[in-house]
């Protein structure tokens, strides 16, 4: 079996198991797990009760990779984050007690609880892969992936994240309510016990990593980079975008295309990966202007519009060299 076969299989196998928890949303898991392959993080924005926390712990399960939680409260510590270095008096010296930021899946629910200060003590391991506590580094293991969680309407108590954590974050995920058909397999699944307490892990840490490394040998045309590019560059002159999307953006969006692509059965990537991608990976990253929110336009329907605007790559940027 080749190795993006391999890759296809074990990233289809992690979509299905957690499906058997999350009913209904293809798409929101197939995004969950996107991040994963691409060592990236998901930020997980919906109403309180339609299974933000249990899609990250879904997944977490799935991969089985030590999962650590932490609970944003306004009162939480940089160092309830980080960990902290306690003097140990039996030894006389100061030993390094590791925050739950350091662990594989780390789930950040209500993020936006906390104060900023707190927030801010992700930013470095979520970009650098490491923390650094009273002078001395220390890393997080592999894989390692942030998805926190927000509850967007609750505006009281909550503290919105800046814009250099938004953008750490590969991509956004929203839910959405189930449908009725969707709502009322929900209530039979869970007449006698939460489906999650039967999920089995269907990869481990060894084929994560192995899954990640293989996007990178997905084709890339040319052409479609300059897609990727011509997308982010757009939103840097729309006239509704007070500030448009990072070079982090356009990495973000290209290595997206590239799991799709594995996730699809294809070694190479279609202009059409980088379309379904878009507003996923970059609505979270712009900043809507004041006279566009006057208007009751949000940074998802700017996106999707820049999406319809930016001229599509012909056919040649679907064509794979010894194909």
């Known amino acids: 079996m080749q190795d993006h076969d391999r890759a296809r299989q074990t990233a289809q196998d992690i979509i299905e198991n957690v499906e058997k928890v999350i009913v209904g949303k293809p798409t929101s898991v197939e995004l969950g797990v996107i991040a994963l392959m691409c060592q990236g993080h998901a930020l997980i924005e919906d109403v309180p009760g339609v299974g933000k926390t249990m899609l990250a712990r879904s997944i977490a399960r799935s991969v089985g990779c030590e999962f650590k939680r932490i609970q944003f ?3 939480l510590l940089p160092t309830d984050v980080t960990g902290v270095s306690i003097y140990n008096q039996k030894s006389g010296e100061f030993e390094f007690r590791a925050g739950p930021i350091i662990s594989q899946i780390v789930l950040a629910d209500e993020v936006n609880r906390a104060t900023p200060k707190t927030q801010s003590a992700m930013l470095e391991a979520m970009e650098e892969r490491q923390v650094t506590v009273e002078g001395v580094t220390h890393e997080v293991p592999s894989p390692f992936m942030v998805m926190a969680t927000q509850n967007p309407v609750e505006y009281e108590g909550t503290f919105p994240l ?7 974050f590969l991509l956004s995920v929203s839910l959405g309510y189930p449908t009725t058909e969707e709502e009322l397999a929900i209530i039979d699944g869970q007449l006698l016990a939460h489906p999650i307490d039967a999920l089995q892990p269907v990869a ?4 994560i990593m192995e899954l990640q490394e293989s996007i990178k040998q997905v084709y890339v045309d040319d052409l479609i980079k300059q897609y990727v590019v011509s997308i982010v560059e757009a ?17 973000a969006l290209f290595r997206g295309a590239q799991a799709l692509a594995i996730i699809r059965g294809r070694d190479y990537a279609l202009p059409d990966d980088v379309k379904e991608l878009a507003v996923s990976v970059l609505s979270h990253r712009i900043i809507v202007s004041a006279a566009a929110r006057m208007r009751g336009v949000d940074s998802s329907e700017i996106i999707a519009a820049t999406i319809d605007q930016v001229p599509v790559p012909g056919a040649q940027a679907g064509y794979r060299p010894g194909s």
């Open 73 to 75: 409260t306004p009162d």
């Open 162 to 168: 800046p814009e250099a954590q938004l953008d750490r």
């Open 204 to 207: 481990d840490a060894r084929k």
């Open 235 to 251: 939103t840097r002159v729309h006239p509704d975008i007070a500030l448009g999307a990072s070079p982090r953006g356009s990495l």
